[in-house]
């Protein structure tokens, strides 16, 4: 960060405040709004709603530079409110084509591509007779939050703050028809009036947000905050506060990216601020996906590793309690994991107390690491005894599920079995099974 | 004591084909009430048009000598959980709370004494330490737990569930019948979808018999009987009673 711009600026500086207050407000209103169509599986309608705004957009620029040149405000108006009329006429495009039972895909395609289609034919025809329309068009193409002034913040504030009281009124009717329709009709709310109603909140979220992230762009606004909120919580009110929270902090980082770029004056490619925002807010989905607590693939895979581990350890304590000492050629004769890793297990065990060295390369247990050897036979032997005893198997089908279940069980569990096969000693294969006292 | 749940020549079709034909009951006040009848008979249907999520083709029904509109507010519906979207992020608590929004309306958020019922419900079904927990966690039993939990929050004065033992675990029986059973006590009206002709005698007051049209609709004691069974079920109900005599005549040692 150089001397004279500091983070502060972001929000005072005339430049800048425009751009980042306003793609606050913004990615506010659509992340709130993403986060619902996210539950109610419309986020591939809100694809083909935000590429269905371009041909209102374009002709909202004609008519608004045909009627009102030269008055900012109301041009805007007029583009954001042909955009809103053509979303909503691509939404009853959808609807009247799954009305004729067509599939769901075929619907959310042609609408796309047509509404899409004829929104570059039209600007293409600008491009050539008339350029200042034309540029103005392609803001709303990929998006531009560098040329947003303080009437756009004003704009967006009105609109959003409009989507947020909508969701908080709708909050609960929402929750309910969501989860559970048939509930919800019964305590009298409608599941088609809701979905009406999230439909047109989708449509006005993709006009505010059309203007900053761009049409293209569009839906990874809407949805990859909902996303990587799904993958930390399953509180339906701490969902969307995350979600609000985690499109603004995209929002925010987008900008200064963007800004930190141009301030520097550097080299590097300019760097738009809409897709810089979408790229933060996927890269937070990215995060949490792998790193959720609860969900998170990394988090799961480094799980998954650790109990092999653990599941091996325990194998190796049983073979070399079997062995007074060992050779580590021995060990890797048993074929229990690979070289590499029985090397750094073996180390491990050292490490932690239980096994010890007692020349060059052989090995033994600890007292400690008997005990806790013993125990994991103990656990094995008393799973057969309690299979042969009590669910019938025969004995040669018993080693197996014992080898599996002897990392399962929990002191309480063996606290039962030792009970219920009333402290057995032998188990059986007529091996002595280990007593706990000497534990 | 009144009658609470009334019903004149209801018909209920799906597209054209009838579900419910000139069905016409009266239910009086605090009894425990079963509705039997074969696969397609039409009891989840009847439940339906009670709570008006599908429009009878003619006749009516009102509650508490009301149409359904104007009594919403004490009236409880458990549907069966097929419509249930179970990825949507969701607690327990968040769930039981639903059950509390008619008497809120729209404007008013949940107060301390609503999650107090809440919990209260909770504990009464014994999954108060499953609150915080997604809905989708829980066992099949558990949920059906918390959906009860949830009409019990409403503090309704009828009752209506849609096979509410289907899929569930002994011990979620037990407390579903002890629950049921206190509310009948109460003078709570239950009117409850059942599948097991076994337990009929055992759970239920009165019984309604379904097979499109209205078999019977009285007392278990007086109406339960082989000939309005087979009237019900056909052929193949006669067998299931002749069964059950024969198990009760084991049972009690009158044939070997």
């Known amino acids: 960060m150089s001397d004279s711009f500091g983070f502060f600026t972001l929000f005072c500086d005339p430049v800048f405040r425009g751009p980042v207050i306003g793609s606050l407000l913004m990615s506010l209103a659509t992340a709130l709004v993403g986060a619902i169509a996210f539950l109610g599986r419309k986020s591939l309608i809100g694809e083909a709603l935000s590429h269905a705004t371009f041909p209102g957009v374009v002709v909202g620029v004609i008519l608004a530079e045909v009627i009102f040149p030269e008055q900012e405000a109301i041009a805007l108006l007029v583009m954001l409110f042909g955009a809103f009329a053509t979303a909503f006429l691509g939404q009853l495009c959808i609807e009247s084509i799954l009305k004729i039972r067509q599939k769901a895909d075929a619907a959310l395609c042609y609408t796309l591509s047509s509404f899409l289609g004829v929104g570059v034919v039209f600007s293409s025809y600008l491009q050539q007779s008339h350029v200042a329309w034309y540029r103005k068009v392609q803001l709303f193409f990929y998006g531009q939050a560098a040329t947003m002034t303080d009437l756009h913040i004003y704009m967006y504030a009105a609109l959003s703050l409009g989507v947020c009281i909508a969701i908080l009124l709708l909050y609960r009717s929402i929750q309910t028809s969501f989860f559970d329709p048939v509930f919800a009709e019964s305590i009298g709310i409608r599941k088609k009036v809701v979905s009406s109603f999230v439909s047109a909140l989708l449509c006005v979220a993709i006009v505010i947000g059309i203007r900053t992230v761009g049409v293209v762009l569009m839906t990874g606004m809407l949805i990859a905050p909902a996303v990587a909120a799904r993958y930390v919580t399953s509180r339906f009110s701490m969902f969307l506060q995350l979600s609000a929270w985690i499109g603004m902090v995209s929002a925010l980082l987008g900008n200064y990216l963007a800004s930190e770029m141009i301030m520097k004056g550097s080299q590097l490619v300019y760097l738009p601020t809409g897709p810089a925002t979408v790229i933060i807010a996927s890269g937070i989905a990215l995060l949490a996906l792998l790193l959720s607590p609860s969900r998170g693939s990394l988090v799961k895979g480094v799980r998954r590793w650790r109990f092999r581990r653990s599941c091996l350890i325990d194998n190796l304590l049983k073979a070399l309690w079997k062995h007074e000492t060992v050779s580590l050629h021995q060990i890797y004769g048993w074929n229990i994991a690979n070289k590499w890793f029985l090397h750094r297990t073996l180390a491990t065990l050292q490490r932690g107390g239980w096994l010890q060295k007692t020349s060059k390369s052989i090995y033994g247990l600890t007292e400690d690491g008997r005990k806790r050897a013993a125990y994991m036979v103990r656990l094995h032997r008393l799973w057969e005894l309690y299979l042969v005893q009590h669910l019938d198997h025969s004995l040669d089908h018993i080693h197996h599920s014992a080898e599996e279940m002897e990392h399962f069980i929990t002191p309480t569990i063996e606290n039962k079995l030792t009970k219920l096969l009333l402290d057995p000693t032998q188990d059986p294969h007529n091996q002595p099974i280990p007593k706990k006292e000497l534990l | ?256």
């Open chain 2, 1 to 256: 004591m009144d009658d609470i749940l009334q019903c004149e020549h209801l018909s209920v079709a799906y597209d054209t084909s009838p579900v419910l034909l000139d069905l016409s009951f009266a239910i009086p006040a605090g009894k425990l009430v079963g509705i039997i009848g074969p696969n397609g008979a039409g009891k989840s249907s009847l439940l339906k048009a009670i709570v008006e999520i599908i429009k009878p083709l003619s006749g009516k029904v009102s509650c508490f000598g009301a149409p359904f509109k104007k009594k919403r507010e004490k009236i409880a519906y458990v549907p069966q959980k097929e419509g249930v979207d179970w990825d949507f992020p969701i607690t327990v608590l968040e769930v039981v709370l639903m059950g509390r929004y008619p008497k809120l309306g729209l404007f008013k958020w949940a107060r301390q004494a609503d999650v107090e019922a809440a919990l209260n419900a909770l504990q009464l079904l014994e999954i108060e330490d499953l609150a915080s927990r997604q809905i989708s966690e829980l066992s099949g039993g558990q949920q059906q737990r918390v959906f009860i939990a949830r009409a019990l929050v409403q503090d309704a004065d009828l009752y209506l569930l849609d096979e509410p033992f289907s899929a569930v675990d002994a011990a979620t029986e037990a407390i579903l019948i002890d629950v049921f059973k206190r509310l009948r006590d109460k003078g709570k009206t239950l009117l409850v979808v059942h599948h097991d002709l076994q337990t009929v005698e055992t759970l239920f007051d009165w019984v309604i018999m379904l097979n499109t049209r209205l078999v019977v609709c009285g007392e278990v004691s007086s109406v339960f009987t082989q000939e309005n069974l087979s009237k019900a079920y056909g052929r193949k109900g006669e067998i299931f009673v002749e069964m059950i005599r024969e198990l009760e005549r084991k049972k009690s040692g009158l044939s070997s």
